[in-house]
């Protein structure tokens, strides 16, 4: 009796009792993974959109901090005791490294944007949410993004409890006309659509780039159409071609874009520091007006108070040490993704390219090749390729809410040697040629994530042509 | 025409369509006392609650991040490019010094908690949120916390859109009584009461800790009425006495305590690391039973991925170099905020000591006294203490969502020196007895908060005695 007293009071909770996002796919589907990757630790991975982790030194790390103090001490003229509480202490919400940020983007991007439009967030992760929280009023709200895309701005939608209305990707990115069809048909129904997230360069996982007079479009039709553009440029910067298409942001006369910049790619992933350009202005408040980055700046606070300014600290010496220039800070790295997305591209051509059926796209940078198949891609698929071939890639479906992608991959080519990349695609290339001999029959006995069978055979909405 | 146009499509954003927590009265008046502290630099600051930085020293952090890469090379046995690894990439999303909180749990507080159900947060703040949202299922829920509380639990919930039902608060903390009453009225409303917030130990803002049957007592109710306890223990450790009452979670049989842990006092404000300790199971997945701090992970994941390795490497070096004992790493400040406390004490019994209706309760740590006054203390009375006496304190209606506490004021003694705390205390008397000179009357024409004349002469609901 005692006992059983005991194991009644025991706290527990039931899942259903829980937010919803825990049970959403896209939570389910990146632990799988995750758990993938755990279990077979050898496998080469073209599933990991990590940065290239081969130039890393701790030294640099104490090498930036000291440079980030000198700056307070001869730039801004700070003592010793202040400059010890600059990075010991609460900090100002928006952070301690505006100033940089603002720098940086007028150096390497021709953005002009005041510091104080800048809010540094714990990675860009943080800034995606601030963003949907405060757009998210009521029921009402929604935002558009293309599909298939990076899970980190589901997540971000979920915890905001923010609809997310997919857009179709044509071959070079987010197709307008659709934009425009889907915008049309969900203010008939009655939402209120507040913005567009796009990734013009390199998306990921697509890995394509919006051309030019697209980019000019998008600008017209969010200013026509009274859009916000939440534009990530996690990529864009690691772009070895001479010229680099202009950011939307640099191209925007009408306060339409929030820039969503990351330095998980361009500093290290391990600083945890993003930041969001949000210089629009907020009217209606009784103390008059504000920008939306103070608004960010406001939920910020009650979320994680500020951003460690011991890591912003880091990322500000790196950036000075490079005269505020993530390209010449980058070019080592740079060099490496060209080569090895050259690598890749390359040894698909010469493994696959007479096979029917097997295409992939062709980015010019980035991270990212997405690979089409006469067969389905799945979780099932996923082991299979881990336990017996000793390979890993991310299958699509898992950037299309499990609603498509149904025989596509994604390759991420970012981390690897160039010996690994050869023995990896030389295992890629057998499973492929092993399922090309078996037809498209599945497995009997495998595990078969729900729904793999849909629009199996049938034209695939939305694909990546 | 052309200008007009451009005038029209420029982004503006209306402050009713952004989220409601950007209105709530709690954002808006932490904006304030901060322009008010902004304002008036020079003036002696009893408001802020930060940590005392008269130790701080930027060598530490140096030396902080080589014990913690020692450990990870002695005690982990991990090569140069593996601890570079650690500190620069993406990281396990519950962080990576879980063993060490765990540790120092275990030898400054003998709670046995297993670093599975450890969550490493960007500060205590992020781990409020994610608790919050995970308990958010539908427009049910709701927690209970004591009123006063602290605003940054009151932002989170905001942020969470989860209801924070207010409990009294009694000279010893939580009014024991009330929080049934208050949960039992909760639950014939329809109510889903997920869980109780509690600060035991020198609660912030009224500084004082829960007597040992209270705290047995919350727990059996916490098993009665199957309810969650959310336990805050920023402050507990700062404890000069002999005997520290036990924590929640250290008493805790039935796994009711959620227990929420802070580096900001105890390391720095300047890493943001906190952390949760949450073991208990979660039913009803498809996969298994998981623990509540597998779902605050999965939260976590879509909203600051993890939390910065390096901050984290500078905690966790500093619990290193203490054997993993944060009362043995603070032995100084603890010395620091008992003089303080003692000072503060005794100088206002010095100065206000026979006036009538001046009165103040009498922690025995912490950061904070609560000042009880006959007149009325809002943004008004702090402006004009800024500006003409150059002293800072806060006013406590901003603890009890200007509902309570118009005759009361906080005041936080931890950052201040003995010369500043005399200066500071003879500025406040000055200010104390000119107003009672004045009666309790208003200055005409100056600033004049809303509502503050609301409940002023009356008995004041849920003040601390």
Redesign the interface.
């Known amino acids: 009796m005692e006992i059983l007293q005991?194991e009644i009071?025991?706290?527990?909770?039931?899942?259903?009792?829980?937010?919803?996002?825990?049970a959403d796919v896209s939570?389910e589907s990146?632990?799988l993974l995750n758990q993938v990757a755990d279990t077979y630790p050898d496998a080469i991975s073209f599933a990991a959109g990590?940065?290239y982790?081969g130039f890393?030194?701790?030294a640099q790390?104490?090498e930036h901090?000291q440079v980030f103090?000198d700056h307070l001490r001869s730039r801004r003229g700070l003592g010793?005791?202040e400059?010890?509480?600059?990075?010991?202490?609460?900090?100002a919400t928006k952070g301690i490294i505006g100033d940089l940020v603002a720098r940086s983007l007028a150096v390497d991007e021709g953005i002009d944007a005041d510091p104080s439009s800048v809010v540094v967030t714990?990675?860009c992760?943080?800034a995606m949410?601030l963003l949907l929280?405060?757009?998210?009023?009521d029921d009402r709200d929604a935002v558009l993004a293309p599909s298939p895309t990076y899970v980190?701005l589901t997540?971000?939608a979920?915890?905001a409890?923010m609809p997310v209305l997919p857009v179709r990707t044509a071959a070079h990115g987010i197709d307008l006309d659709d934009l425009l069809r889907r915008l049309r048909t969900a203010r008939a129904e009655g939402k209120?659509v507040?913005a567009c997230y796009v990734t013009p360069d390199f998306a990921n996982p697509v890995g394509v780039s919006l051309p030019l007079a697209d980019r000019h479009r998008l600008l017209d039709i969010?200013?026509?159409e009274?859009l916000?553009l939440l534009e990530d440029n996690a990529y864009g910067l690691l772009n070895s071609a001479a010229d680099r298409p202009p950011t939307l942001k640099s191209l925007d006369?009408?306060?339409?874009v929030v820039y969503l910049g990351s330095f998980?790619k361009t500093g290290?992933?391990?600083?945890?520091?993003g930041y969001v350009v949000a210089d629009?202005?907020?009217?209606?408040?009784g103390g008059g007006d504000v920008l939306?980055a103070d608004?960010l700046s406001?939920?910020k606070?009650?979320?994680?108070?500020?951003?460690?300014?011991?890591?912003q600290a880091?990322i500000g010496g790196k950036l000075l040490a490079h005269d505020c220039s993530l390209v010449a800070a980058n070019r080592q790295e740079t060099e490496v993704y060209r080569r090895n997305l050259r690598q890749v591209l390359d040894g698909l051509e010469q493994r696959l390219g007479d096979r029917a059926g097997v295409t992939w796209n062709a980015p010019t940078g980035g991270f990212f090749i997405v690979l089409t198949v006469p067969f389905t891609v799945d979780d099932a698929l996923l082991q299979h390729a881990a336990r017996h071939h000793g390979v890993l890639f991310t299958p699509m479906r898992h950037f299309y809410g499990a609603s498509a992608g149904f025989r596509q991959l994604r390759l991420s080519i970012s981390t690897l040697t160039s010996d690994r990349i050869e023995q990896g695609l030389d295992r890629l290339a057998a499973l492929i040629e092993e399922r090309l001999d078996e037809g498209t029959g599945e497995r009997p006995g495998e595990f078969e994530a729900p729904g793999a069978q849909e629009g199996a055979g049938e034209p695939l909405p939305g694909e990546v042509a």
Not at 10 to 15: G, N, P, S
Not at 83 to 91: E, H, K, N, S, V
Request: with cysteine; charged share 20%; aromatic share 4%.
């Open positions: 005991t009071a025991v706290a527990e909770l039931h899942a259903a009792t829980l937010h919803a996002s825990l939570m990146m632990n990590r940065p982790e890393y030194d701790v790390i104490h901090l103090c010793e005791a400059i010890a509480r600059t990075l010991f202490q609460y900090g714990v990675g992760q943080e949410f929280r405060a757009l998210r009023a980190g997540g971000a979920l915890l409890d209120r507040r969010a200013a026509g009274d916000l006369r009408h306060r339409r998980a290290m992933p391990g600083a945890r520091v629009q202005r907020v009217t209606g408040h939306l608004e406001k939920l606070s009650m979320l994680t108070v500020n951003t460690s300014p011991i890591a880091v």
